[in-house]
């Protein structure tokens, strides 16, 4: 089985809707991020969480709100989904003592 | 700030080619390295990495060096393969952060054909 799995891994929505995607994770860390790939512009992020109590916005945390309902579970919800939040969507963990992070699979979101 | 360049693809090549992707960054505190690879859809996996001057990372036949005094940790093999197509992201992450969060380049699309 996967360690770092995503629900959906598609989906379609549209504008105005709310959607949540989410994340989970058998690897035992305690860090977790969400990305947003977009098409030429590589990987930004979004939110992260050190621990269940522990949650910070990104570079680009507008239009975004996440959970982190426990140490291995990591939600990212769009209020009011927006055409241009159609992206590929991915979430990370990582150990504090190491540096290498390891992502989902991600989810393809497209907002009509 | 943290950023990091990546040559812009995309890049074809037939089998058996030699392959670099160039990769430059810049950093406000003492970066480590990463070049992570991105199968046609799968998510991102950790191809190499290096954490201080001078170090070679190395994973399939794929090397880079970190160097310093170039800012640069190209991307090298010496023959690729079909299944090597995908897309390749350069990154660092700043070491003297506790956020650990990785900064990306935008991705380079290689595709190989036989």
């Known amino acids: 089985d996967a360690d770092v799995t995503q629900t959906p891994r598609n989906r379609i929505t549209k504008t105005g809707k709310r959607i949540m995607l989410e994340c989970s994770q058998t690897?035992?860390?305690?860090?977790m991020y969400w990305y947003r790939q977009d098409p030429g512009l590589g990987l930004r992020l979004i939110y992260y969480s050190f621990d269940v109590k522990d949650i910070n916005k990104g570079e680009i945390s507008d239009g975004y709100s996440v959970s982190r309902q426990a140490q291995a579970k990591f939600s990212l919800s769009l209020e009011s989904a927006i055409p241009n939040q159609t992206a590929l969507y991915f979430c990370?963990?990582?150990?504090?003592?190491?540096?290498?992070?390891?992502f989902g699979p991600g989810t393809r979101l497209l907002v009509l | 700030g943290n950023s990091v360049t990546q040559m812009e693809g995309p890049v074809t090549l037939s089998e058996e080619a030699f392959l670099t992707i160039n990769c430059t960054y810049t950093?406000?505190?003492?970066?480590?390295l990463f070049w992570y690879v991105q199968y046609p859809g799968e998510g991102l996996q950790l191809l190499l990495k290096?954490?201080?001057?001078?170090d070679k990372g190395s994973n399939k036949g794929f090397e880079a060096t970190y160097r310093k005094e170039t800012t640069s940790f190209h991307l090298e093999k010496g023959s690729v393969q079909v299944s090597d197509s995908a897309v390749y992201f350069c990154?660092?992450?700043?070491?003297?952060?506790?956020?650990?969060?990785?900064?990306f380049g935008r991705g380079t699309q290689l595709t190989v054909w036989p």
């Open positions: 690897k035992g860390h305690d860090r």
């Open positions: 990154a660092l992450t700043d070491r003297g952060s506790t956020l650990g969060r990785l900064y």
């Open positions: 950093a406000t505190g003492y970066p480590s």
């Open positions: 990370a963990t990582k150990s504090p003592t190491q540096e290498t992070q390891y």
């Open positions: 290096a954490t201080k001057a001078d």
